[in-house]
């Protein structure tokens, strides 16, 4: 199969990226960090997540961040919503799309959402409904897709069933996770393969964390494959609250970097990406994961 011509990239550094800082940012500084990657071209930016303050304390500012954003023409803010308080608590703020987010693995949805994956379908079903009267579109994520930090090996199959369950229920695209980063490019290829069985190709996303720094590899695997749509995280930043160890998600610098190599649209200005990069590290304190961004940033 060929490369796609172009590849939307979903900005997840706001939300997954500072989710699990240790640290209280401020709010300002997401708004800022907002601000720039919509800037930089981003035209979707997943800005914060209405989960439970005692869960995620990182993310407690969702109401003012999702509030105080200054909007951009053409460009897509969207939060993370668990469950029904989660989404009237961003239709509030005006939100423009959510997501719900599931597992492949039992354990993993335990840690994660305190529920088993058949009970997170149940609760996710009214937050589609609800959101289906408000006109919000909602994107599912499915996490654990090649491997579980509590299960280990999780079964294409499974990884099928949950994201056909949530396309189903009618979320409109399902987010791939590999959420500890531990995929290599066959096992990714192998799992597309079994959830494109049952999905379209084009209503999936590949959200991988670069953990084992295969994230770029398996990213190439899967574009070959015609995956056009890539989650990743300015800087690298990240990881999941819930995923001892897992580290950031792939950065947007080095994806946009690999797809400019390629020849793929992405719309994106990768100076202004890696400048933002540079600026969101140093404010928070925090190494820059992305390789391009380092590069430039030393020019
Ligand atoms: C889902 C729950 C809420 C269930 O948590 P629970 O304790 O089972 O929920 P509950 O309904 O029993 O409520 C308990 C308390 O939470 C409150 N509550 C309940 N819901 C909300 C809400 N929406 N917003 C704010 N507060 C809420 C509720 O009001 C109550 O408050 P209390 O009476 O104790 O004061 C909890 O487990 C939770 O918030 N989990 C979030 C975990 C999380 O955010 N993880 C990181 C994101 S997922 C991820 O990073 C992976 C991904 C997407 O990036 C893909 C990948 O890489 O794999």
Request: glycine residues 10%; proline residues 5%; charged residues 25%.
């Amino acid at each position: 199969m060929a490369f796609p011509k172009r590849v939307r990239l979903v900005e997840v550094g706001p939300r997954d990226g500072l989710q699990n800082e240790p640290e209280p940012i401020e709010t300002p500084t997401k708004l800022e960090l907002i601000d720039r990657l919509g800037a930089a071209g981003l035209a979707y930016i997943e800005a914060a997540s209405f989960v439970s303050p005692k869960w995620v304390p990182q993310m407690a500012d969702h109401r003012e961040v999702m509030t105080g954003l200054t909007r951009r023409d053409g460009v897509t803010y969207a939060s993370l919503t668990p469950n029904l308080k989660g989404l009237e608590g961003a239709l509030a703020c005006g939100v423009e799309e959510v997501a719900v987010f599931g597992a492949a693995s039992e354990a993993f949805s335990q840690k994660n959402i305190n529920c088993s994956v058949a009970e997170s379908l149940e609760r996710f079903a009214p937050v589609l409904e609800r959101a289906r009267e408000a006109k919000v579109r909602v994107r599912g994520y499915v996490s654990c897709v090649l491997g579980c930090p509590y299960e280990g090996e999780i079964a294409p199959a499974k990884v099928a069933e949950v994201s056909k369950a949530l396309f189903e229920m009618g979320c409109y695209e399902v987010s791939l996770g590999d959420t500890i980063g531990v995929g290599t490019p066959l096992k990714a290829k192998r799992m597309l393969e079994a959830v494109s069985r049952e999905i379209p190709m084009d209503k999936l996303a590949a959200h991988f964390h670069d953990t084992y720094g295969q994230a770029l590899t398996n990213l190439y695997a899967v574009l070959e494959e015609g995956i056009a749509v890539v989650d990743s995280s300015v800087a690298g930043l990240g990881g999941c609250p819930y995923a001892k160890g897992a580290s950031g998600n792939v950065a947007s610098e080095d994806v946009v970097y690999l797809l400019d190599g390629l020849g793929i649209e992405t719309g994106i200005d990768l100076d202004a990406l890696a400048a933002t990069g540079t600026w969101i590290t140093q404010t928070i304190g925090r190494p820059n994961r992305s390789k391009v961004g380092v590069a430039l940033a030393a020019k």
